[in-house]
């Protein structure tokens, strides 16, 4: 079995900075004939009801791992392996993954208490005769790129930087299912997403290019609570697909999010909802006449 050339993490959102990783693993592991391998935290969210943007994540399981579908992983389930120490964590990786070099960011930590921390880490690394290095953050103007920034942005609707930091559109994926088939009555059917509750959800509508069966369409999504037809605890997910009239119940639809148009709000009645989804409409499409 050949020596692995490890990372770690729990990659969320697979940003740019983490792209940068996994581009400098695969390169120093090719040049000293190592495997290499990333080892990814699988954490689950403490609360998934409540869609608290620190306890989601902000790409589901199935998205991760298109995305990092061209390096080699071993997923974690976090609960299993959380009450280890530093050192337990440590043989593990050079027992059971014959770990011959590992590369981290600067900030990472690993063991109970994130108690391995970089200087444990290079210490340890060196009694085992085992390639160590650190990466610099990925950086833009403001500050280093990290997963709390993108949820931030994400939070403030700010899609282009979210986009910028990401280095891709960032997108939700979902079968198509049933909803009350309100949009239909006034003139603008829905996709209704059943979306990951693991999966952070953004509020409010926003201009967003829709894929289906490898065809690209352009829309409007509404994510809330539909504070005008209804009352409840979870947000909804809605797309409008625009000059487009099929039957796509039970099939995949992705939507990559471009701008927010405004946030969520309550309208007097379906009279003043329709005339602002018109409104959001004529938005959307000046947004996505360059795309």
Same mark, same amino acid.
């Given at each position: +079995? ?10 969320d ?19 000293i004939?190592?495997?290499? *391998? ?7 969210? !403490?609360?998934i009801? /409540?869609?608290? *943007?620190?306890?989601?994540? *902000? ?13 080699? /992983?071993?997923y ?8 280890? /120490?530093?050192?337990?964590f ?8 014959? +770990?011959?070099?590992? @590369? ?15 200087s ?10 085992? @390639? ?7 950086e ?15 939070k403030?609707?700010?899609i282009?930087?979210?986009?910028? +930091? ?18 239909? !009555? ?6 209704? *997403?059943?979306?990951s ?12 290019l ?9 829309? @409007? ?17 809605? @797309? ?6 099929k ?31 018109? !409104? ?12």
């Amino acid at each position: +079995m050949p020596k692995t050339f490890i990372t770690i993490g729990t990659f969320d959102g697979v940003h740019r900075g983490h792209k940068k990783l996994f581009t400098l693993l695969k390169y120093e592991a090719k040049k000293i004939g190592f495997s290499p *391998l990333a080892l990814v935290f699988q954490i689950p969210p !403490k609360n998934i009801l /409540t869609n608290n *943007l620190e306890q989601s994540v *902000l790409v589901d399981l199935k998205q991760k791992k298109e995305l990092l579908k061209d390096i080699k /992983t071993v997923y974690l389930d976090f609960n299993k392996i959380k009450n280890l /120490t530093a050192d337990e964590f440590f043989d593990i990786l050079v027992k059971k993954y014959n +770990m011959g070099a590992i @590369i981290v960011g600067k900030d990472f930590a690993f063991g109970k208490n994130r108690q391995g921390n970089i200087s444990f880490l290079r210490e340890k690394c060196k009694q085992n005769n085992i @390639i160590f290095e650190v990466i610099d953050f990925e950086e833009d103007a403001s500050s280093k790129i990290s997963s709390s920034r993108l949820r931030s942005a994400l939070k403030a609707g700010e899609i282009s930087a979210l986009n910028k +930091m990401l280095g891709r559109n960032f997108a939700l994926e979902g079968k198509v299912i049933y909803g009350q088939q309100l949009g239909r !009555k006034i003139g603008f059917p829905t996709a209704n *997403l059943d979306i990951s509750k693991e999966q952070i959800l953004p509020r409010g509508v926003f201009a967003v290019l829709v894929y289906l069966n490898s065809k690209k369409y352009k829309g @409007i999504c509404n994510i809330g609570l539909r504070p005008t037809v209804e009352i409840n605890g979870l947000p909804s997910v809605e @797309i409008f697909i625009f000059n487009f009239n099929k039957d796509i119940y039970g099939q995949i639809l992705r939507a990559e999010f471009i701008q927010k148009i405004r946030p969520e709000k309550r309208f007097n009645g379906l009279g003043e909802l329709t005339e602002q989804i018109n !409104k959001d409409c004529r938005a959307a499409q000046k947004i996505l006449s360059e795309f």
